[in-house]
């Protein structure tokens, strides 16, 4: 479909164009958008039904946004920014230079313009900064015919009508109803009579991260934003719901990698961005791997004279690591979905102890027949250091690596940041540590 | 509220819990049974409404599943089977022991019965083994009026009525139309005339990872499923995919992490359980970090000339790994998310490059002068080797990061899997060369 719009364009085809356009989905046509020269951009756009105009801006990038206000007329301008819905002009004014902005708010109604500045003062990553103004109030005394004709002549701007809010004259929240209710109920019920009391609800300041967790415990579709007062100011829906999931998982993945969290698109972000998310946690990672360095050279006098223990430092390093950081991934994970909390701390410190004691059997059992009969130079005396220090190494792991996330929590840090590097610069050092003392114990070192 | 419960249990005021337990949300039921003994089970169970007992029971683990089924009499199960969604149904019956579902099948209508045969033959993951048969569908000839009294006969257990269908004589899916349609449009109009014919479909066999892409991508709160024939046979909704997303992102963490994934919760699996999913990856991973160790053995005599030299291996092993798996960490991320493609290659490579400039000549330029003013025994020339190592393994360690997920894209491999471990072998071998090649050539060593 793209393609053939995009022959078409080149063939100067336009009210065929026009013609194809609407009947694709809005999100494929900025696709599309993307694809375009600048030049055509602007022709293309025109081109748009003038109700899809709106919807196809807010899935346009910001830079196309941007290019798109500055080459439209103040009137262009004024339709657009009335069909825009309040979260997305808010979203859309945070992005834009200043010149951009002065046209946009020129052409935006006072009460808008008063409604936007509100929204631009709620923190990031709140309720408040993520809801939508556009939902249906009711109010508890109506019939559900007379709530069905309310919905009908102002429902058609509104972003879900799904669920219907009930608040009385001081704009306090009472009740929800969904909409399948009114269809499923008489005509004359009263909405009190069917109406749900028992709703969850959320403060305008409650981090996203909280409202995620509420959406997937309970399953919801939407949920209703309340200020300190309980007057309903809002409501946040699954589709925004979907997109903070995402994110959140993103900043995981990045922390437990050693990344500072950000929440551009790799693609789009800057080599001078990019490079500058990363040094930070290398630099305190290097430096803290000083201190293993430190820990061999305190040894060198056993290295010295058994030069062989060299060759399974990395082996012992890697393992350490590896078992560390997959321990600490299931925690993590496990406190994200508030799977594991923190009063499991003791259950998961014994189920890592018990797992440890298999694997580490394991591993350091296989280990020892390769390296008593395969590595050129290894006794049974080294071989036994070598796989007594991994088994302890594992255990030792999968201990740091289960525990360090709680504790982390439990100090109010987020667990991710204690994940796989961290724990790697703790257990190498501690591997490092129990190889050394065996080493000087059993081959009469010390 | 659940201590309110348990409290009321204790002083046993049954028909106090019976009027409070049916203001409580279903979630927060089922997690109150979580805390209950095996005797009070059955009796707050049977204090629940009739219409909530289906609904909590769906939420409860499947061990209590399991006992409430093997408790209660073959009508109330019967009841309980008959208000179930189908897809729940399945669910249940996947989980339990043979007497269990001998005596679910007993207590389920002939009609259900077949019905659930067909669901179980869905490949796991599958649109089919997803979706729920509970939807409205319309003809297309009907008018609004015509539908909503419909709706009003049939809708009552349908799992989601946000969203209806329209299919001709053969079941075939010709158009959909959202429930706030028929709201807003006279109820003269024709369901032809207002129905959406874009609307975007899946397959019974297509796999939940690009169903969550495409309800990401389309901000969508429902889909419809059709045959091979385009005969609708179900539909998915978004609280089935939100749990799909968190499923998908749990399943990277763990290949990222070296684990096997697993969908099991950390806290309910078992030890041994734990122990298979982590030992075949570290072994992997161990034997390999072997030839790591080799390298170090082929350089022994370097070693032994210039002993200072070990001292900075794990420094340099560990800035190999932590570059590595940020780069790899952000492309899996891109990759997953539907931001990077195949034929980005080059970009990221090329980002990579000049990201890997900067942050290598970063740490590089530091540790120069830490390792020349504050390390004992290391002159300007050890100083320099190890920097260049240093520099050139962040390059190195960043364009094998970038560039392997992607490699493991196009050979159809989950590009999860390449990342932090196997990167970080891989990386560890390649900085160790450089270091002892570096070092024969500036210490005059060959």
Redesign the interface.
Known sequence: MKDIIIELFAQGKYSQIKNEIG???V?DIAQLFAELEEDAIMIVFRLLPKEMAADVFTYLSFEQQQYVIESITDKETKNIIDDLFLDDAVDLLEEMPANVVKKILKNTTEEKRKLINQFLKYPDNSAGSIMTIEYVDLDKEMTVKAS?EH??KT??DKET??ICYITDKARRLEGIVP??KL??NDENVIIDDIMDK?F?SIKTDDDQEEIAYL???????AMPVVDKENRLVGIIT??D???I??QE??E???K????EPSEE???KTS??S??KH??L???V???S??F???I??GY?DI??TV??L??????L???A???G??S???????LA?G??ERK?AL??VW?EF??SI??GF??AF??FF?IYFFVEGADFLISLVVCLTLFLT?VLAKLVGGILPIIAKTLKLDPAIMA??LI??IV?ALA?IAYFQLAAYFLGLV
């Open positions: 009947k694709m989905n999100v069905l919905i009908k429902g058609v009508i799904d909409i399948r269809i499923l028992n969850l959406f997937k415990k309970y399953d919801l579709v699954i589709d719901v979907v997109d999931i995402e998982n993103t995981d993945f990045q437990m990698a050693a990344l698109e790799y693609l080599v001078f990019l490079a990363r040094i946690w290398l630099l990672l290097m430096f791997a000083t293993t360095g430190n061999i050279q060198e290295l010295e030069l062989i060299t060759t399974f430092i990395p082996m390093m890697d393992t690591g590896n078992s950081s997959q600490a991934t299931l925690v993590i994970r496990g979905l799977q594991i499991d259950k998961v189920k018990r797992v298999i694997v394991a591993l296989l280990n390769r594992v796989a590097p790697t610069t190498d490092l």
